[in-house]
């Protein structure tokens, strides 16, 4: 990696600090545009004219982008030196963003958003990586932390700020969000961080085979992910195709970072215990991360028909909290073992999940709170200090490489995540719809009854036809029975992410303890 080691450094200087914050603010960006339309797709399928089904390959195209880049991230960065790379990539981010603002069609919000993922991408491993090589270990809790919250409040926020612009000044002007920070994380890096020299030659030496399999390989699978549950999974032939196409890839992926001389993921790393656990908890909490983020906004605007602000302002409370809690986290990890604030974290997260299996109708907005408020206490106390337990034995110029990997596998969780969850739903509402549907038969007088007096208030209130009146009542019927079972579905899923928290929470206390009382672990 070209950029400057801070090991030797007791204290970070002004501009080191300065380099990490703008660093963070390109993270924050970079991750917030990954859900800042999900509020808002409906919308935004109506300004370009395509159907609803078509409106989810705004995201993944990003996501592809997005997961494809980080891991190139530390090659090109030491290829067109750290400053360069990361400078081009703060601008054309914007610059793509914009753009996507101006698109007409499916096709041209698809390519936009997947240059925007892709420039976007880059910003947030090389956040990341600022931190662990412009501070030393003392203070890398501190910048771990404004990582955490790049992480963690980013997505929380996303829908919120999409919502609300969405509802007041249009769908186009989500994109245009980018612009303002961007413009100072430029001007700051382009002060603070050092010129170097490209290395050209770097490229004759390049992974070629192993950048081809993964991109070929990682955009098959997160394709799968995000289009499985509508196409109804490998009961589509397109599934089963991209499916082999993922699998043959990044099985020749994996062959190939093992066996060559200078791969492009160094896998290898995955054998140190630290980081391999920390690696596998990251990727779980990913799961739950991105999960709860998707799971909320689907259950608020599916049972209780909110609108895309509406449900910003619920998912606000998992967010705003984290704001106050996150900066105090690196005082915490200088009195106690990271592990133990990680596992009570995680522990937290998964209460706040547990505390929605019990969902009725009457949950709604307000019902949320509490459980948003528990959800953001635990999410502020995860990713610092897994973060730190992680990279605790992780040489400096192992640095750039490690934040690739983990980086692109947490975002891969969270993909598996959201896909698995989708499907667990729509499973779970089945399941519960046939369950439901046994007992409210004809034969049942409680059943009559309700027929009969949904039948009547029909007739009292405009329905002449008594036949159309009792067709009525029958439909009316059904879609109690349906609504419930979502309801239930949605029950299920909170739990299954609160089950995948507590695996998460269990394994992370099977690292080892990293020095410097369970901070970044200083060696």
Known sequence: MSTTIAVSKPRASMKDWIAVLAGMIGAFMAILNIQITNASLLEIEGGIG???????????????????????????????????????????????????????????????????GFAGGVLIPMAFTMVLTKLPKVQQPRGLALFALSVTFAPAIGPTIGGFLTENYGWQTIFFINAVPSAIMVIALALTLEKQPMQLHLLKEGDWAGIFTMAIGLSALQTVLEEGNKEDWFSSPFIVKLSIVAVVFLATFIWIELTVEKPLVKLRLLKQRNFGIGVA?????????????????????QVQRYNAEQIGNVLAWTGLPQLLLIPLVPLLMKRFDARYIGFLGISIFAISCFMNITLSADNAGDQFWIPNIVRAVGQALVLTPITAITTAGI????????????????NLGGAV??????????????????????????????????????????????????????????????????????????????????????IAALALLLTRKSQAGGGAGAH
């Not at 067109?80 to 790379?85: A, H, I, Q």
């Not at 040489?395 to 947490?410: E, F, I, K």
């Not at 609504?483 to 089950?499: H, K, M, N, P, W």
Request: aromatic share 10%; charged share 10%; hydrophobic share 50%.
């Open 50 to 116: 395509t159907g609803v089904d078509n409106g989810a390959w705004i995201s993944t195209s990003y996501l592809i982008g997005e997961i494809v880049v980080i891991p190139l991230t530390a090659y090109f960065s030491s290829v067109f030196s750290f400053r360069r790379y990361i400078l081009v990539n703060s601008v054309l981010f914007p610059i793509f963003s914009i753009a996507c603002a101006f698109a007409h069609d499916l096709g041209t919000m698809i390519l936009l958003r997947g240059l925007q």
């Open 281 to 301: 908890v990251n990727v779980l909490v990913g799961v739950a991360l991105f999960g709860t983020v998707y799971i909320l906004p689907q259950y608020l605007g």
């Open 395 to 410: 040489a400096a110029s192992d640095a750039a490489a490690a934040s690739g990997l983990t980086n692109m596998l947490r």
């Open 417 to 502: 995540g959201t896909a698995s969850l989708g499907t667990i739903l729509t499973k779970r509402e089945q399941f519960h719809s046939n369950i439901i549907g046994q007992s409210v038969t004809l034969a049942r007088d409680e059943v009559r009854d309700r027929l009969s007096q949904t039948t009547n208030y029909f007739l009292a209130h405009g329905v002449s036809d008594p036949a159309v009146a009792s067709k009525k009542a029958i439909v009316l019927l059904g879609q109690i029975v349906k609504r419930q079972a979502l309801i239930l579905g949605f029950s299920d899923t909170f739990a299954v992410i609160g089950v995948v928290l507590a």
